[in-house]
């Protein structure tokens, strides 16, 4: 069984602050993929980033970094220098790498980032 | 290149009532995927199609059924609905399995 958790329900901060939101996972497949997802209010899914299981290089995409550390199943997502369009609902996920592609999904960080 | 869109948006039904919900997949995605997301939980997976045929079923019963056409298109049925079947239901696609998905909008049903 595979399961996402995501401790922080809410967080709060002010425009500029960094933030970062946590992720921890729980799989017995060897081989498995990681995801981040934004969910603004609209209510659709925006892709972030995927990370096979087999790369624990740290990636960066502008003001977004990702650290993942597989000897604590940690897949922990930071934002640089917040923003107010930031705000929204993050949903990490895994999903193994066999013949069907099952994402399970954490419950989700509400990010509230305000001026 | 167009996205995933899905319809209807907003949805209101009846206990008992029976519902389809629709999801056109991104041009080049063989895969797609539907995701029921409960008012303030993660989605949770409902099935996965691959060219037309049913590749995966999350924890849903046999009301939940579906269907992909050749255009790689989908159809989310939903039979004696419930008032917990009220929810966003996701539609996903992806160029293949084990491939990022890419999510519409949604569709919120109601049922009262």
């Known amino acids: 069984a595979q399961k996402v958790t995501q401790a922080q329900t809410e967080i709060s901060v002010v425009e500029k602050e960094d933030v970062t939101l946590d992720c921890v996972y729980e799989t017995r497949d060897t081989t498995y993929y990681l995801f981040w997802y934004k969910q603004p209010p609209s209510g659709e899914l925006v892709f972030l980033i995927r990370?096979?299981?087999?790369?624990?290089q740290n990636e960066i995409s502008g003001r977004y970094s990702w650290n993942f550390q597989k000897s604590t199943s940690s897949f922990n997502f930071t934002i640089t220098a917040s923003q107010v369009v930031d705000s929204a609902v993050y949903f990490c996920?895994?999903?193994?790498?066999?013949?069907?592609?099952?994402?399970?999904f954490g419950k989700g960080t509400m990010l509230l980032v305000s001026p | 290149e167009t996205g995933v869109t899905q319809s209807p948006t907003h949805l209101i039904k009846t206990r008992g009532q029976q519902v389809t919900l629709r999801c056109s997949s991104q041009s080049g995605h063989n895969t797609v995927s539907w995701y029921q997301q409960a008012l303030g939980q993660g989605p949770q997976f409902i099935f996965q199609?691959?060219?037309?045929?049913?590749?995966g079923r999350g924890n849903f019963p046999p009301r939940f059924s579906g269907l992909q056409f050749p255009n790689y298109s989908s159809e989310l049925n939903v039979n004696a609905l419930e008032l917990d079947d009220s929810a966003l239901y996701l539609c996903a696609s992806s160029p293949t399995v084990n491939t990022e998905a890419f999510f519409g909008q949604g569709t919120r049903l109601t049922v009262v």
């Open positions: 199609y691959y060219r037309e045929e049913e590749n």
């Open positions: 996920a895994l999903t193994p790498n066999s013949g069907y592609s099952t994402l399970t």
């Open positions: 990370r096979n299981s087999f790369d624990e």
